[in-house]
């Protein structure tokens, strides 16, 4: 088997854990017998700084011709001044938009090592198994219009919340199909009870189920989900929700796992698909070698599960984070007590020593 990736470090701590996830991509590569030949690209405030704009024509062109995309994280203190055309998070979205990734999967699973590293009670977190379906091509981040007119006091931002039926019945759908490999439960979240563009949400995920009638699917309004996954997460195994909600919520289902640096994600759409970390590029612990490498390192595990067909892969490289967790290794964001903090390269080592033996 032949495939293309292209790998997309991009700013901070990308260009740290990018290659210590490529390391892990190419000892599976070679054990599956895939020939992967990648070719790396430049994104975001790097791509910025050398070409002028943050998704230079280079990098979509290899992007649409590759089978997948291994992005590390966009964006930074030095670009936040620029106009908002050409911030270096515009070059990730033009990519989720030009590629067509509409569905972004983030499983939230707590490793049991990591019981006492989140901030909630072990007894609320232990066994955590979520899957945040999150819509990412429509909603408030692409729809128009948009922007900051008038002057002075007579200023006004605007965003608008835009969905249509058929994006909506699209990620319904995925997240159906997810939920029926899960334990088929379904709960959409929307805030309808103020938002008509998420009443729409509701309507159309009502009559998708209509195909699904095997998944038990329930509602919830953002505010109460996000109470709810705090109280009891493990009331939940899919949710399924718009770009924003999905945004936010899967950071604070993050928090659950003991850190952002634990969460991987697919991006995925009818014919691309890209893998990245949920983090930003974290700029307080970039270039110290702090950054925690699991994340990328697990999204690399659903590349070869969703793009390769290798779901046994995937499984191998929770299973080496677990053994390496085991014997004890931590990075600074999941040490706690009188845990020896190692460094991100180090972490990447260790998983690689797991994954070989
Ligand atoms: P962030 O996710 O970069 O960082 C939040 C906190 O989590 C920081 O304290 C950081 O040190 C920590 N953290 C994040 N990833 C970590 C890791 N792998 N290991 C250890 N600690 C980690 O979010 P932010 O600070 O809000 O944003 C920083 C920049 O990243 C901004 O420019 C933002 O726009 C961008 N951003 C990019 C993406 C992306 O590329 N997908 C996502 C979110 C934010």
Redesign the pocket.
């Given at each position: 088997m032949a495939k293309k990736v292209v790998i997309l470090p991009?700013?901070?701590?990308?260009q740290e854990?990018v290659p210590q996830a490529v390391r892990v991509m190419d000892l599976l590569a070679k054990e599956y017998g895939i020939a992967i030949e990648t070719e790396s690209h430049l994104i975001?405030g790097a791509a910025y700084d050398k070409t002028g704009t943050p998704l230079p024509k280079e990098t979509l062109a290899a992007c649409k011709a590759a089978d997948a995309v291994l992005?590390?994280?966009?964006?930074?203190?030095k670009?936040?001044g620029l106009d908002y055309s050409v911030r270096?998070?515009r070059g990730?979205l033009g990519i989720r938009k030009e590629l067509q990734l509409f569905a972004n999967l983030r499983p939230a699973v707590v490793f049991p090592q990591l019981v006492h590293a989140s901030s909630l009670k072990p007894e609320v977190v232990a066994g955590i198994d979520v899957m945040v379906v999150r819509e990412l091509t429509g909603d408030i981040y692409f729809g128009e219009p948009r922007g900051v007119t008038g002057e002075g006091d007579a200023r006004r931002g605007l965003n608008s919340m835009v969905y249509t039926a058929p994006e909506i019945e699209r990620i319904a759908r995925k997240a159906f199909e997810v939920a029926r490999v899960r334990s088929n439960k379904l709960c959409s979240v929307d805030k309808a009870n103020v938002l008509e563009c998420t009443e729409l949400w509701r309507d159309v995920v009502n009559e998708v189920h209509a195909d699904y009638p095997d998944v038990a699917l329930s509602h919830m309004y953002v505010d109460n989900a996000a109470m709810q996954l705090v109280r009891w997460p493990k009331q939940f195994d899919v949710i399924v929700t718009g770009n924003i909600f999905g945004d936010i919520l899967s950071d604070e289902a993050s928090m659950l796992t003991g850190?952002?640096?634990m969460l991987p994600s697919a991006s995925l759409g009818e014919s691309h698909a890209m893998y990245?970390?949920?983090?930003?590029?974290?700029?307080?612990?970039a270039g110290k070698d702090?950054?925690?490498?699991?994340?990328?390192i697990l999204s690399v595990g659903m590349m070869f599960k969703y793009t390769f067909g290798k779901p046994e892969a995937e499984q191998r490289v929770e299973q080496a984070v677990s053994r390496v967790l085991d014997a004890g290794a931590r990075?600074?964001?999941i040490a706690t007590g009188d845990e020896t903090a190692i460094g991100c390269a180090e972490m990447g080592d260790r998983i690689v020593a797991a994954l070989g033996d």
């Open positions: 991009g700013d901070g701590i990308g854990i975001g992005l590390g994280a966009v964006g930074g203190p670009w936040e270096p998070e990730l850190s952002i640096g990245e970390p949920i983090h930003g590029s974290a700029p307080d612990i702090l950054a925690n490498p699991i994340a990328t990075t600074a964001d």
